[in-house]
T-cell receptor, first 111, second 112 residues
Framework: GDSVTQMEGPVTLSEEAFLTINCTYT??????LFWYVQYPGEGLQLLLK?????DKGSNKGFEATYRKETTSFHLEKGSVQVSDSAVYFC??????????FGKGTRLHILP | EAQVTQNPRYLITVTGKKLTVTCSQN?????MSWYRQDPGLGLRQIYY???????DKGDVPEGYKVSRKEKRNFPLILESPSPNQTSLYFC???????????FGSGTRLTVV
């Protein structure tokens, strides 16, 4: 069946550092790929998405590119802020009716 | 504002006492779903609904019930809660158009 694997955390970085959170997937066909973010005490929020190969999703300085050849959707940000501290989930879906989530990566940004 | 509203946000209950967690969305979404989030296990789907009067089991349905009598509401029912149902619960909805899910703020349930 379909699955999503993302790097285990926690990831701790200093403010203004470069961020990469790795995500790879196993799926049949051509799923849509997502990154969700969960801030402390809140629900998940859609951060960005990509629906086909080579698409780049971007939002709030974060980017991820749908790589079909490597089945990856790594999340990147050039300069992180303390306010980016959260848990990040990579996810995939074929038709939006069932989303498969990775286990989440906790990110700590130090001032 | 487009949103999914869950209530209550926090709940402490005793084993065996029936409870209901409500979920309501104002986006006219067809699809609604319940997840539980546990440390080390990530998000696991409990039940989902493709439309009114259409519900189906997710990955961990045991001990839970749902109903979808109206398009906007999708309550989660625990008929006889047990301590292993202590968890953080999320309701989510989707329009099934590839835009992803909208999540509620969560319900933290403790069963003692």
């Amino acid at each position: 069946g379909d699955s999503v694997t993302q790097m285990e955390g926690p990831v701790t970085l200093s403010e203004e550092a470069f961020l990469t959170i790795n995500c790879t997937y196993t799926a049949t066909g051509y799923p849509s790929l997502f990154w969700y973010v969960q801030y402390p005490g809140e629900g998940l929020q859609l951060l960005l998405k990509a629906t086909k190969a080579d698409d780049k999703g971007s939002n709030k300085g974060f980017e991820a590119t749908y790589r079909k050849e490597t089945t990856s959707f790594h999340l990147e940000k050039g300069s992180v802020q303390v306010s980016d501290s959260a848990v990040y989930f990579c996810a995939l879906t074929h038709r939006d009716d069932k989303i498969i989530f990775g286990k989440g990566t906790r990110l700590h940004i130090l001032p | 504002e487009a949103q999914v509203t869950q209530n209550p946000r926090y709940l402490i209950t005793v084993t065996g006492k029936k409870l209901t967690v409500t979920c309501s969305q104002n986006m006219n979404h067809e699809y609604m779903s319940w997840y539980r989030q546990d440390p080390g296990l990530g998000l696991r789907q409990i039940y989902y609904s493709m439309n009114v009067e259409v519900t189906d089991k997710g990955d961990v349905p045991e001990g839970y019930k749902v109903s979808r009598k109206e398009k906007r509401n999708f309550p989660l029912i625990l008929e006889s809660p047990s301590p292993n149902q202590t968890s953080l619960y999320f309701c989510a909805s989707s329009s099934l158009t590839g835009h992803g899910y909208t999540f509620g703020s969560g319900t933290r349930l403790t069963v003692v």
